[in-house]
């Protein structure tokens, strides 16, 4: 499968935005979805994950209740809406899939989007 991500950019402090993720091919509703971003100087961590019908959800503890991550298998899309957002927020933004149980690091993941940029300012 592959993954295009999108829908960064700058957003001030308090605001929202939704990233995309678009899938290649025909077997995306098989596949367990992620979000993971990277800030500068800092390691790759996990955002948020979906299983492959959308019927759990995790989320890391720093976005909990802010972020919602949903999937539109009829699309072949996932999406992260992110709201209440905070500096602390900018980062690299990566979804992921692969075709297990939902990975909460990168090495669970088989695939990788090319990122989007999302920047907070204060």
């Known amino acids: 499968v592959q993954l295009q991500a999108s829908g960064g950019g700058l957003v001030q402090a308090g605001g929202s935005l939704r990233l995309s993720c678009a899938a290649s091919?025909?077997?995306?509703?098989?596949?367990?979805m992620g979000w993971f971003r990277q800030a500068p100087g800092k390691e790759r961590e996990f955002v948020a994950g979906?299983?492959?019908?959308?019927?759990?959800?995790y989320y890391a503890n720093s976005v909990k209740g802010r972020f919602t991550i949903s999937r539109d298998n009829a699309k072949n899309t996932v999406y992260l809406q992110m709201n209440s957002l905070k500096p602390e927020d900018t980062a690299v933004y990566y979804c992921?899939?692969?075709?297990?149980?939902?990975?909460?690091?990168?090495?669970?993941?088989?695939?990788w989007g090319q990122g989007t940029l999302v920047t907070v300012s204060s």
């Open positions: 992921a899939a692969n075709l297990r149980l939902v990975g909460t690091t990168p090495d669970d993941n088989d695939y």
């Open positions: 091919g025909r077997t995306f509703s098989s596949y367990s």
């Open positions: 979906i299983s492959w019908r959308g019927g759990s959800t």
